[in-house]
């Protein structure tokens, strides 16, 4: 849950974030963002092809948290967790209506 009038600001700050954490060379799980996307959202890529994704939903108050690894259920588990930790870190964030 995050509300409407605060998902889109939260969405910026996060871009924000991403990318520095790529200029810091910030590993998710041993790997390196090689590739950021922020077309309705943020969406980077790491070394091995795995990724993650997190927009705002275009009709309910909620973000949309997507992560997909060719190498391993875990990883993806790592980016989803490392995706948590951030939204988590903003304050406006509520109980998810989906998990891994």
Request: aromatic share 8%; hydrophobic share 35%; proline share 2%.
């Given at each position: 849950?995050?509300k409407?009038?605060?998902?889109?600001?939260?969405?910026?700050?996060l871009?924000?974030?991403?990318?520095?954490?790529?200029v810091?060379?910030?590993?998710?799980?041993n790997?390196?963002?090689?590739?950021?996307?922020?077309?309705n959202?943020?969406?980077?890529s790491?070394?091995?092809?795995?990724?993650?994704l997190i927009?705002?939903?275009?009709?309910?108050?909620s973000?949309?948290?997507v992560t997909?690894?060719?190498?391993?259920?875990?990883?993806?588990?790592?980016?989803?967790?490392?995706?948590?930790?951030?939204?988590q870190?903003?304050?406006?964030?509520?109980?998810?209506?989906?998990?891994?």
């Amino acid at each position: 849950f995050c509300k409407d009038e605060e998902k889109y600001q939260v969405v910026e700050n996060l871009i924000k974030q991403v990318e520095e954490l790529k200029v810091k060379n910030t590993k998710i799980d041993n790997q390196a963002i090689t590739d950021i996307l922020t077309i309705n959202g943020v969406r980077f890529s790491l070394e091995d092809g795995s990724w993650g994704l997190i927009r705002a939903s275009s009709n309910k108050p909620s973000l949309v948290v997507v992560t997909e690894s060719p190498t391993s259920d875990e990883r993806k588990k790592k980016i989803f967790d490392f995706i948590d930790n951030l939204l988590q870190k903003t304050g406006k964030i509520g109980e998810y209506d989906q998990k891994i």
